[in-house]
């Protein structure tokens, strides 16, 4: 299966640049595979540069889910982190994805100095 990057991603969401949005429909539609990297980084750039809201971010990595052609990586810890990130709203998205991927891994707690993240079930808050 082929691979995506970030820009590629971004332009099926926010779908901004038609000709880039009709090049990046015909690449994954063969099927594509998003990382969970890919995938952090685009949910940080439609965050910071497109200003979506958190609403929009979560539509984004619903419509990203269940995509016909697209297989992200570990979509079950990437669902799960959805969850987090629905429910504690000053945790971001890519906190809540670290936390899924450690627990699947098997690597908890997660030590963090954020005070809203360390709210999270396995995960503790240095001092």
Known sequence: M???????????????????????????????????????????????????????????????????DLTLQDSDAVAEALGHYRKWTKVGFSDCLVLEIARKAGHLPIATFDRDFAR???VRRLS
């Open 2 to 68: 082929l691979a995506v990057d970030t820009n590629v991603l971004v332009r099926l969401v926010v779908r901004d640049d038609p000709d880039q949005v009709r090049a990046a429909e015909d690449f994954v539609a063969r099927g594509a595979w998003v990382s969970h990297l890919v995938l952090a980084e685009t949910l940080w750039v439609l965050d910071s540069v497109y200003e979506l809201s958190r609403e929009q971010v979560v539509l984004a990595v619903e419509m990203l889910l269940n995509h016909r």
């Open 120 to 122: 999270l079930d396995d």
